[in-house]
């Protein structure tokens, strides 16, 4: 394997003695660090144990997207294309769950449990593409830098053995960052794509890095596959891998690296050129599908995103946000001069900065694209850059020079990505199991079931049985699917008294009305109010079961009214 530093390049020694407190560990492990690193390794088992069991332990109800999901998913094989043509996703998520079902059935912690062991997978690949980070040299500007870090070799030691050590730092701060990253613990609860999105940017990070560094025809080969996987799995990999391809291109003109990046651009496009049989259902999505349910977003978003990584709006979100950002900033520009003091290089350091300008080049794409095409911006479709940041995050810890130090960092990171982890796995996300319940209480065989908008629909008749004659506006279809088709247009000509009068018609004289309902949904302006209007006109003996939640400490992400309407 060629070398990747220049063949004549000097080693230079560290320009800065080794701290006193690193060179203790070339000289013998003495009983009290022996009892520090134990702890701290139990300490570390007992952070992973826990997100573990969080990743299974979710009491909230599906919400929309993930009984769609699910509802899609456990069709016969052939139909899903069709389902998903009018849904707007990508098949391989929805493949992997409809066997993953047939063994573990469609309960919430059954289909749920998929996303769970993806996420679970992820932490060893994450801490694989840790250690490469770290340990390459080519990812590393000098000794000098390792020096100023207390990780260069020193005496008998070799620089394999300084990044041997520089790759294990990164490596479990990788780790620990994904199993307690808020963000990462939310959608692995979730029944849906994005705990693949992370895992597959994990695999395609190291699949990048092999080719650099051994670019033969198996290691492109893995990169192509992950490349096609990820455009599987989410649409936003296409801007990620464009923002990838940009950047080997640039790369790929000449230099050290250029042969194994022209090869890297070969398994890119042969990644992405796998994607072709999926590319007219893509196409007709592109044209007729998109995003009506939310408006393009604003260059916040960049900003936005990465608060979303670190827990949102909770307060321990808030701080958490801040020490990812600090040794974000570490990371790109920061090198240790001795254990107190660390300067910042406007220059930025060689070790990240790649992956530094790859994930905020792929969230920049992205924002312009949905300026240009009307899509929006969730914070959702950025799961494909989350490995990415946080290994940026990871490589800043080599900037801190004391080993005490470093460890306290990260431990608060750890701390408070636990307290904003927490919340979000016991989050309710959605009020459709109280609104069902409420149904099958008092509810008898025939009554009917409606729903406004029929975004609605899909997580509440999850809940219900099949006694019920069900129907959502605007198409009056059944609630298990959104057709998202054209769906502005759909909302714009669909008729509320029309509808209205079929629910009645469907009800007849002797059955109740039951009405899922909520405003504010985009599209449908006061459409809902006046369905329930219209229907207290003809049946004025209703009464509200149960209100919106809109006044708790978090509230429900997706809330709805239900009204029973009594026969005339």
């Known amino acids: 394997?060629?070398?990747?530093?220049?063949?004549?390049?000097?080693?230079?020694?560290?320009?800065?003695?080794?701290?006193?407190?690193?060179?203790?560990?070339?000289?013998?492990?003495?009983?009290?660090?022996?009892?520090?690193?134990?702890?701290?390794?139990?300490?570390?088992?007992?952070?992973?144990?826990?997100?573990?069991?969080?990743?299974?332990?979710?009491?909230?109800?599906?919400?929309?997207?993930?009984?769609?999901?699910?509802?899609?998913?456990?069709?016969?094989?052939?139909?899903?294309?069709?389902?998903?043509?009018?849904?707007?996703?990508?098949?391989?998520?929805?493949?992997?769950?409809?066997?993953?079902?047939?063994?573990?059935?469609?309960?919430?912690?059954?289909?749920?449990?998929?996303?769970?062991?993806?996420?679970?997978?992820?932490?060893?690949?994450?801490?694989?593409?840790?250690?490469?980070?770290?340990?390459?040299?080519?990812?590393?500007?000098?000794?000098?830098?390792?020096?100023?870090?207390?990780?260069?070799?020193?005496?008998?030691?070799?620089?394999?053995?300084?990044?041997?050590?520089?790759?294990?730092?990164?490596?479990?701060?990788?780790?620990?960052?994904?199993?307690?990253?808020?963000?990462?613990?939310?959608?692995?609860?979730?029944?849906?794509?994005?705990?693949?999105?992370?895992?597959?940017?994990?695999?395609?990070?190291?699949?990048?890095?092999?080719?650099?560094?051994?670019?033969?025809i198996w290691n492109v080969a893995a990169l192509a596959a992950v490349t096609c996987g990820l455009e599987y799995s989410h649409y936003w990999a296409f801007f990620l891998v464009a923002a990838t391809a940009i950047g080997t291109a640039f790369f790929a003109r000449s230099g050290p690296h250029a042969h194994s990046c022209r090869t890297a651009l070969v398994g890119l496009v042969a990644g992405t050129c796998a994607f072709g049989p999926w590319a007219p259902t893509f196409l007709f999505q592109l044209q007729h599908t998109g995003t009506p349910w939310a408006t393009p977003a604003d260059f916040t978003a960049l900003v936005y995103t990465f608060t979303q990584f670190a827990g949102g709006d909770s307060d321990a979100g808030r701080a958490l946000a801040l020490v990812l950002a600090f040794l974000a900033l570490l990371a790109i520009f920061g090198s240790a001069l001795d254990s107190r003091r660390v300067v910042l290089d406007l220059r930025t350091r060689p070790g990240v900065r790649g992956l530094a300008l790859l994930s905020g080049g792929t969230l920049l794409m992205a924002v312009i694209a949905g300026k240009l095409t009307g899509s929006t911006f969730a914070d959702r479709y950025s799961a494909v850059i989350l490995t990415p940041c946080l290994l940026v995050v990871a490589y800043g810890v080599t900037a801190l020079t004391d080993r005490r130090v470093r460890q306290g960092v990260v431990a608060v990171a750890v701390v408070l990505g636990l307290a904003a982890s927490i919340p979000n796995a016991f989050l309710t996300r959605t009020q459709a199991a109280q609104v069902a319940s409420a149904v099958l209480a008092r509810a008898h065989r025939g009554d009917v079931v409606a729903y406004c908008p029929d975004q609605l629909g899909p997580a509440v008749s999850r809940e219900l049985d099949d006694r019920f004659d069900e129907m959502a506006f605007p198409r009056a279809d059944a609630p298990e699917i959104v057709n998202w088709v054209d769906y502005g247009a759909t909302v714009e000509h669909a008729s509320t008294s029309t509808f209205a009068k079929l629910v009645l018609s469907r009800a007849g004289p002797r059955s109740v009305i039951w009405y899922v309902w909520a405003p504010g949904y985009l599209n449908f302006g006061s459409d809902c109010q006046v369905i329930a209007s219209d229907l207290a006109a003809i049946r004025p003996q209703h009464e509200v079961v149960s209100e919106r939640a809109s006044d708790t400490p978090f509230e429900i992400f997706e809330g709805e009214s239900l009204y029973r309407y009594a026969p005339s």
């Open 1 to 216: 394997m060629r070398s990747m530093h220049p063949v004549n390049a000097p080693v230079r020694s560290p320009e800065v003695p080794t701290p006193p407190s690193e060179r203790t560990e070339t000289r013998g492990t003495t009983p009290a660090r022996t009892f520090e690193q134990t702890l701290v390794a139990a300490a570390g088992g007992a952070v992973l144990v826990v997100t573990v069991v969080l990743r299974f332990w979710t009491p909230s109800p599906m919400w929309l997207d993930e009984a769609l999901t699910v509802n899609i998913a456990k069709a016969p094989l052939h139909l899903i294309p069709q389902l998903l043509r009018d849904d707007g996703a990508p098949p391989l998520y929805y493949v992997l769950l409809h066997f993953w079902m047939e063994v573990f059935g469609t309960s919430d912690l059954g289909a749920r449990s998929l996303s769970g062991v993806i996420g679970i997978l992820t932490l060893p690949v994450a801490w694989v593409a840790g250690y490469r980070v770290g340990a390459q040299s080519w990812r590393v500007a000098d000794l000098s830098d390792l020096g100023a870090a207390g990780l260069a070799p020193e005496g008998g030691n070799s620089e394999n053995a300084a990044r041997e050590r520089a790759g294990r730092l990164v490596a479990w701060t990788t780790t620990l960052l994904v199993a307690t990253s808020p963000f990462a613990v939310y959608y692995d609860t979730e029944a849906r794509m994005y705990s693949l999105a992370i895992l597959l940017s994990a695999l395609g990070v190291l699949a990048f890095i092999a080719v650099l560094r051994r670019p033969t």
